[in-house]
């Protein structure tokens, strides 16, 4: 199995900066893609960004320029660099990720988030 651990959430104030890390461990032969999704009270959770394996990038609307996603593949880990944080980025924030196992199967796997709060 895969298990998927986040941390770097906090309470920051607007204009802040934080930086999120998710690292993966368990019987990973390949990881695929990886993602940060997040979730607002009252909101349905959404992508904020996405890389792929070959290092391409996609971001939610509201976040480029502000956010980075970035992976490291030795350490099995994905990271979200949040800067200009601005109240409406207040979420808990979800790491996933696409793996490929040992034994061939392919699935997603998702971290038990982490919170952020961004204060006017």
């Known amino acids: 199995q895969v298990q998927l651990v986040e941390s770097g959430g906090g309470l920051v104030q607007a204009g802040g900066s934080l930086r999120l890390s998710c690292a993966a461990s368990g019987s990973i032969f390949r990881i695929n893609l990886m993602a940060w999704y997040r979730q607002a009270p009252g909101k349905q959770r959404e992508l904020v960004a996405a890389i792929t394996s070959g290092g391409i990038t996609n971001y939610l609307d509201s976040v480029k320029g502000r956010f980075t996603i970035s992976r490291d593949n030795a350490k099995n880990t994905v990271y979200l660099q949040m800067n200009s944080l601005k109240p409406e980025d207040t979420a808990v924030y979800y790491c996933?990720?696409?793996?490929?196992?040992?034994?061939?199967?392919?699935?997603?796997?998702w971290g038990k988030g982490t919170l952020v709060t961004v204060s006017s």
């Open positions: 996933n990720m696409n793996v490929r196992i040992y034994d061939a199967r392919s699935d997603d796997f």
